[in-house]
C-alpha cells in the first residue's frame, strides 16, 4: 500500500464516484480504478462496490476508510511539522464561501493569507450554502462559511457574525440617495414580487419560515440561484429581493439600489463549518483566525 493508493481511495469512498473522484484528483479513470485494484490486490479485501449511482465502500472499505482519514490526516501534520522547521506553516486549504459574501472576503482574506501564511496554498470556492456544505462533508472543502448552519454528526460549527437581510429594489431615476427609505413591514414585503433563491437555500428558507410565523408566504415572481443574477434582475425591475448589505454593496453598481428594513429584522446566522470527520491541521487553524479577523475587521470598517 502506498499514500497515493490510499489518498485514491479516500477519495472514491468519500465522493461516491469514480467519475468524480477522478475529477478531484485530475487524473484519468482507468488509471485510478487500476489503482484501486491493486491496493484491493494487495489488501485481499473488495473496498469498493460500484452501483447504479457510483461506488460504496464495502465492509472491509469502511473500516480502511476510517484507518486512512486519519494516515493521510498525520501525513498533512508531518508536512505541516516539517514546513515550521523552514519558518511557517504549509499545506494547502480550501474554502468554501457564499455568493453574497464572497466578493467581500476573498480578496483581503488571501491578502492576509499570502502575509500570514506564505509557504501554504490557498483555494477558495464560491457557492450556495447547500452546495458547500455538500461539499465540505465530501472532504473538497477544510472550510466553509455557511448562512443558518446546523451542526450535526458530519459537521460542526462556530459562531461568526449575523447579517441582516434588507428589501432591496430598484433605485428609481431621479430619486436621490438620501435619505433611504424608512422601515418597511415583512407582512407588506410578502404582498412584492420578490426574486429570489429556489429551495433549500439558506436565505429562501429563513424568509418563508418568518414569514410563515406570521401568517403569510413570499408572492415569489422568480428563483434565481445567484446574488449577481438576483440584483441585475432587480434593477431591470423584475421585482425587488432580501439580500445583506454586504450583497448589495459589492455589486457593480451599488446606487442602482435602494434598500430597506424590515421589520421585525430578517436576521441570519453565519457560522463556520469544519469536517467533524477530518481534524483541522495547524494551517487550517490559522486560516479559521484568518476568516475570523477578516470579517471582524470588515464590520469594523
Do not use: W
Not at 497515493?4 to 487524473?27: C, D, H, M, P, W
Not at 485481499?44 to 480502511?64: D, I, M, Q
Not at 452546495?131 to 466553509?144: F, H, N, P, T
Amino acid at each position: 500500500m502506498n499514500l497515493k493508493q490510499l489518498e485514491y481511495f479516500v477519495r472514491v469512498a468519500e465522493l461516491g464516484s469514480f467519475t468524480r473522484a477522478s475529477l478531484a484528483l485530475n487524473i484519468a479513470q482507468p488509471a485510478l480504478s487500476r489503482q484501486i485494484r491493486l491496493l484491493e490486490v494487495e489488501l485481499r479485501h473488495n473496498l469498493l462496490v460500484r452501483n447504479g449511482r457510483g461506488a460504496a465502500p464495502t465492509e472491509a472499505g469502511k473500516l480502511l476508510l476510517e484507518h486512512g482519514r486519519g494516515i493521510l490526516h498525520q501525513v498533512e501534520r508531518a508536512q505541516e511539522e516539517l514546513g515550521r522547521v523552514r519558518g511557517g506553516l504549509a499545506g494547502r486549504v480550501a474554502i468554501g464561501l457564499p455568493s453574497s459574501l464572497a466578493r467581500v472576503l476573498t480578496v483581503p482574506l488571501t491578502r492576509a493569507f499570502r502575509q500570514q501564511l506564505p509557504d501554504a496554498a490557498l483555494s477558495i470556492r464560491e457557492g450556495l450554502s447547500v452546495e458547500l456544505q455538500r461539499s465540505l462533508v465530501a472532504g473538497q472543502l477544510d472550510i466553509a462559511v455557511l448562512y443558518n448552519a446546523q451542526a450535526n454528526a458530519d459537521i460542526e460549527i462556530a459562531p461568526l457574525m449575523t447579517e441582516e437581510l434588507l428589501l432591496v429594489q430598484a433605485r428609481p431615476p431621479g430619486l436621490p440617495e438620501d435619505p433611504p427609505p424608512g422601515p418597511i413591514g415583512l407582512r407588506e414585503v410578502a404582498q412584492l414580487p420578490l426574486v429570489i433563491p429556489s429551495r433549500p437555500n439558506a436565505i429562501r428558507m429563513h424568509v418563508e419560515t418568518e414569514m410563515a410565523n406570521i401568517g403569510c408566504r413570499p408572492r415569489v415572481v422568480l428563483e434565481i440561484d445567484g446574488v449577481a443574477a438576483i440584483l441585475d434582475l432587480v434593477a431591470d425591475g423584475a421585482g425587488c429581493a432580501l439580500l445583506s448589505r454586504n450583497a448589495v454593496a459589492s455589486s457593480i453598481r451599488p446606487s442602482a439600489f435602494t434598500t430597506r428594513a424590515v421589520e421585525p429584522a430578517l436576521q441570519t446566522q453565519v457560522a463556520l463549518a469544519t469536517s467533524s470527520l477530518r481534524p483541522s491541521t495547524l494551517t487550517q487553524q490559522a486560516t479559521l483566525e484568518l476568516i475570523r479577523r477578516t470579517v471582524a475587521q470588515g464590520n469594523s470598517g
